[in-house]
């Protein structure tokens, strides 16, 4: 594991799962909410992998210029990144419009029976 991330296992769910995997939580709300599109979350993630590399190298001397960890990392805020946009959209959606849409699971929702959308 150390070999692909740069870094320990610690330090890597302390910093990468933990402390980043909040602050993408939080942007893809913040993008969510202010109903930006979805496409928004890439250069936010990319953003987020490269300060996450940092504070690893800077707090840690983990490697800074590790690809397989910064893919690595990337991709973990990546997915905390879609998921809260995708719960907070439909969140969103069905606390605005609930004569329109109903709740299909936590990422979904589709047009209720009789709506005319």
């Given at each position: 594991?150390?070999?692909i991330t740069g870094t320990s296992?610690?330090?890597t769910i302390g910093?990468?799962?933990i402390l980043m995997g909040f602050?993408?939580?939080m942007t893809g709300q913040?993008?969510?909410n202010t109903w930006r599109p979805l496409s928004q979350v890439y250069p936010y993630a990319l953003l987020l992998g490269a300060t996450d590399r940092f504070m690893i190298y800077a707090l840690f001397e983990g490697e800074l210029l590790?690809?397989?960890g910064y893919i690595f990392d990337t991709a973990i805020l990546f997915a905390v990144l879609i998921a809260a946009?995708?719960?907070t959209r439909v969140n969103k959606m069905l606390s605005q419009y609930p004569?329109?849409?109903e709740r299909v699971g936590p990422f979904g929702f589709r047009a209720r029976e009789g709506a005319d959308v």
């Open positions: 594991m150390e070999a296992l610690g330090v910093m990468t799962v602050c993408a939580f913040a993008i969510a590790s690809l397989s946009f995708r719960v004569w329109l849409y």
